[in-house]
């Protein structure tokens, strides 16, 4: 929290009465508000730059050897959970990306575990370099076409709002509510706002006129853009539009060529959801940024983008520039083309140097959290699906995309019982309530998974996070199921009655209590696992198997209650007997 005094300290930088704490001389600095690079000294005090021009005075110099000097990029909006480590832990992969900021929306664990879940997570968060803003979670449950283990109506987040860290209210994905004007919906926006906060859409299968419902409650972010016309009727209407590069939803490519020199200041960056695996393997926004660059973006746009643009999108008036005034959130580039990063400082202290951590500045907490426990009893022949025909709507799974296809297929049955068929692709999907006990299983056919035998099953599952599985028969999908129980949550992989593979996942489900390290190669164990009992490639099947549960994407998905149609926005039969 900034002082009278620091602030004065700042200042007396400029007039020589006191010295910087940090002056980096020879740098070439990205200035994100002319698209210029200029060359002069940044002058560092209390975690702040107190100027840029010419300065004599300071504890330390660093001199910089012409290297790029860009601020640190901002996630403009991430789920921390979907990298299944907690943000402390997030926080030693994304800074030696250059990530010194995310804006989060904590709705996974909010779903599990309520407000609890939220306090969780800022708590944990804290003393962190890694800077993380919350969006609190507007629609828990999400919808009311799958049961969850909270809800946070309007005076539940109106509580939460005390917190320093707390912005704005998160992606408003009840949009029939808002068309309808549903009271706690409504009143959940006009609290944001008297908070001074954005309000974040999620716009998902939308048309231009759709849109006006969200623009006239006052929302003014969308995230869920998959291609460049869609992208281009958001930022028409006033709309930041965020371009998502994440572990399913890769629509960067897809939605890039929406941007252009007269309205980039519209447009930012996000993953959304991203697996530690990629963020290791590929990284985070800086991916993003990099991409870009490859695909036609000049790099000061892109720069831009994942800087100023973010840090405007929502409101983050002291980041997102390398400008007296603005957080000494910093990083050094050799090349803007390839954004190659050598140094990151966060508040002006050096914490990655050529890619190394300094493991002090990376404090881990362990909040007094009691995870809620996973309540089912299901039974092998719960899992028994019996279609009253042999025509049947199938969920089409579609590769890196949060979507599915509405599919209509002849299917195998014995005795009445649907039976899994690999010549055809078509694998049993089962959705297993866990928070209340209510005995609710949801029965669906899926096809896209490609496997040959055995089945995979876990607790995260969007965004009610029930337990979510497929499989080739039922006793594999049983088995998968129980061992993941039996972990208190997680991830399993099953085949002929053995278990190849598992993570466990403790903390509500969705996280674990390891070293990122430790998650990245259980994970990769896993996929080499699903790699034996599958001839599908090119996409993570874990992420992709617990999108297939969200019901405010189109087009097919399946909850604890049923087969769920985004067209009708209803549940449906699984046969088709017109």
Do not use: W
Not at 367 to 374: H, Y
Not at 430 to 449: A, P
Not at 486 to 492: C, H, L, P, V, Y
């Amino acid at each position: 929290m900034e002082t009278v005094q620091s602030l004065r300290e700042r200042i007396n930088v400029l007039s020589h009465k006191d010295p910087a704490d940090l002056i980096i001389k020879n740098g070439r600095i990205v200035n994100v508000f002319t698209a210029e690079i200029i060359e002069a000294d940044i002058a560092v005090k209390n975690g702040y730059i107190a100027g840029i021009g010419e300065f004599r005075s300071a504890a330390e110099v660093i001199d910089a050897k012409g290297s790029y000097i860009v601020p640190g990029f901002i996630d403009a909006h991430v789920h921390v959970e979907s990298a299944m480590v907690p943000p402390s832990e997030l926080a030693r992969v994304l800074l030696p990306n250059g990530v010194t900021t995310i804006v989060t929306d904590p709705h996974e664990i909010a779903n599990v575990a309520g407000a609890s879940g939220v306090e969780y997570m800022l708590e944990e968060a804290e003393g962190s370099p890694l800077e993380m803003f919350v969006m609190l979670p507007s629609s828990v449950p999400a919808t009311p076409f799958e049961n969850n283990g909270a809800t946070l109506d309007a005076a539940a987040l109106r509580k939460l709002y005390h917190h320093e860290k707390v912005i704005g209210l998160a992606e408003v994905m009840d949009f029939p509510s808002v068309a309808a004007g549903s009271t706690d919906i409504l009143q959940k926006i006009i609290d944001a706002k008297s908070h001074g906060g954005r309000i974040d859409g999620h716009g998902a299968g939308l048309n231009r006129e759709n849109l006006n419902n969200y623009l006239a409650a006052g929302i003014r972010t969308d995230h869920e853009s998959t291609t460049a016309e869609e992208a281009l009727d958001r930022a028409r209407a006033g709309m930041f539009v965020m371009l998502r590069e994440g572990t399913v939803g890769r629509d960067l490519l897809a939605t890039l060529p929406a941007v252009n020199a007269n309205n980039s200041h519209r447009f930012c960056f996000c993953t959304d959801d991203k697996l530690i695996p990629d963020l290791v393997s590929e990284g985070s926004i800086n991916f993003n940024v990099k991409l870009a660059i490859e695909n036609g973006l000049s790099p000061i746009t892109a720069i831009q983008m994942a800087t100023i643009n973010a840090a405007n999108c929502h409101n983050l008036l002291y980041l997102g520039a390398v400008a007296a005034g603005y957080q000494a959130d910093l990083l050094f580039l050799d090349s803007l083309e390839d954004v190659s990063i050598t140094k990151v400082l966060k508040r002006g202290q050096v914490i990655v140097e050529q890619g190394v951590r300094d493991e002090a500045a990376f404090p881990k907490n362990k909040p007094d959290f009691v995870s809620p426990k996973i309540k089912h009893s299901l039974k092998l022949q719960d899992l028994e699906l019996r279609p009253k025909g042999d025509r049947v709507r199938v969920m089409g799974m579609l590769p890196n995309s949060l979507f599915t296809e509405r599919l209509e297929k002849e299917i195998k049955r014995v005795n009445g019982l649907f039976i899994p068929d690999k010549a055809a692709d078509l694998a049993k999907m089962v959705v297993i309530e866990r928070h209340k006990g209510t005995g609710n299983v949801g029965l669906g056919i899926v096809s896209g998974f490609g496997l040959k035998t055995g089945a995979i099953a876990t607790s995260v599952a969007h965004d009610s996070h029930n337990i979510v599985a497929v499989g080739m028969n039922d006793a594999d999908i049983f088995l998968a199921v129980e061992e993941l129980t039996k972990r208190g949550g997680g991830i399993a992989v099953v085949a002929d009655g053995k278990v190849l593979g598992g993570l466990s996942l403790p903390v509500g489900g969705l996280l674990s209590e390891a070293p990122y390290e430790e998650v990245a190669a259980e994970l990769a164990k896993l996929q080499a696992a699903f790699e034996q009992i599958s001839s599908a490639e090119g996409f993570d099947p874990f992420l992709t198997l617990s999108f297939l549960t969200l019901p405010v994407i189109p087009e097919y998905k399946l909850t604890d209650q049923g087969l769920f149609d985004f067209q009708e926005f209803r549940f449906v039969p699984l046969e088709i007997t017109d």
